[in-house]
């Protein structure tokens, strides 16, 4: 599990950038090599790699060079989150991701 308590997407002139901070987990913190990087969907490639990530596995995420978390793509294809303890990247089952509105005053 891992929760972030401070998980923010911006707006569609920001390429609806990710800013994630605050992690508490049991498993490592993937999901922050993907942090302040824009949504990269098949159509619309916004990686950092010299290769296209959204296309290679079907699906739009926050890619950086790829992925270290990808919980946006077919098991087959690269559901996955990265656990920087072992060095190697877990295949994951099935993701649910919540998201609670917080009012910014």
Do not use: P
């Amino acid at each position: 599990q891992a929760n972030y308590g401070h998980f923010h997407v911006g707006n569609y002139s920001s390429g609806f950038k990710l800013s994630v901070s605050q992690y508490k987990g049991n498993v490592s913190d993937a999901l922050n090599y993907q942090n302040l990087m824009e949504f990269s969907t098949v159509d619309n490639d916004r990686d950092i790699s010299n290769t296209h990530c959204a296309s290679n596995y079907q699906g739009g995420w926050w890619f950086s060079h790829c992925q270290h978390a990808n919980l946006n793509a077919g098991y087959n294809l690269g559901l996955t989150w990265f656990d920087s303890s072992n060095n190697q990247w877990i295949a994951v089952a099935q993701s649910e991701m919540r998201v609670k509105r917080r009012d910014v005053c």
